[in-house]
């Protein structure tokens, strides 16, 4: 007699190990949804502000309006509060840019509290008046004084404020910046050759092992016509003829056509060395005494300039 029964033969291994088909049907592999089983994309929501936005500046902490931050349209601080994008926002939910405070608002500083953390005895006389920057120009249109002019002009360009950029143009250093730019730009390779200086003095200072270097550089208004030697040859006055040469020195600037003259160029040059850290000193050493031609020499004026690198 043949007993039937509904339980398969066990296809384990004689040591009861399990097949790699039994593991695969213990741990089935989870189904992959379908289009139709994920659900729709939610959009993205406009960010909302509130009517007064606590903002973080690089941990300088300010409070303002909102429509103060969006007075301007075209800025980068009306975009940003726009609701087009994400701010994020520190511990305490303020709004976090991450750009150094100093230039853009007022934070507070100084007097008591101020001066008790620091270690320092209370001071009662009334603290000057905050600096104006970009976030007071957005309230009520006010200007830094000169000496911030050039720090809160380059906050203004960040933050693409477009009205405070024409107004602070407009004022002193800028302005005045503006005018020697106009003169620097008649000046053939003057930015080549500012470079030139500070490479030359760099690389005599490293070979003698000195703290400064000593270089020598030609100033010159107006190209020849050279002049007579001493004394003119005798007879009537002859045509000045035009000679041109290079005189022996480091670095040559000129001729140029303005009213500025060789002092206004030598202030440009240690203004902007100076602009680099540098310390710059410089002297008349003589002129050009360079025979050309005939009776004619050279009468450019040479300049030693020192520059100092410690």
Known sequence: ?????????????????????????????????????????LPLLPQEFPEVVPLNVGGAHFTTRLSTLRRYEDTMLAAMFSGRHCIPTDAEGRYFIDRDGTHFGYAGRGGGHAGREAGRAWDPRPLPPPPRDVLNFLRSGDLPPRERVRAVHREAQFYAVGPLL?????????????????????????????????EIARLRA???????????????????????????????????????????????????????DVYDLLHCLVTDLSAQGLAVHHQCIGVCDKHLVNHYYCKRPIYEFKITWW
Do not use: N
């Open 166 to 198: 024409a107004r602070l143009e407009d004022m002193q250093p800028l302005q005045g910046e503006k005018v020697r730019q106009a003169f620097l730009g008649l000046m053939p390779y003057y930015k080549e050759h500012l470079e030139r200086i500070v």
């Open 1 to 41: 007699m043949v007993v039937v029964t509904g339980r398969e033969p066990d296809s384990r291994a004689p040591d009861g190990a399990m097949s790699s088909s039994d593991a695969e049907d213990d741990f089935p592999e989870p189904a992959t949804p379908t289009a139709t089983q994920a659900g729709p994309a």
């Open 206 to 260: 490293v070979q003698r092992k000195a703290r400064f270097a000593k270089l020598k550089v030609c100033v010159f208004k107006e190209e020849l016509p050279a002049t007579p030697y001493e004394c003119p040859p005798p007879g009537p006055p002859r045509f000045e003829p035009r000679l041109e040469h290079h005189c022996e020195v480091d670095v040559s600037f000129g001729p140029w056509e303005a009213v500025a």
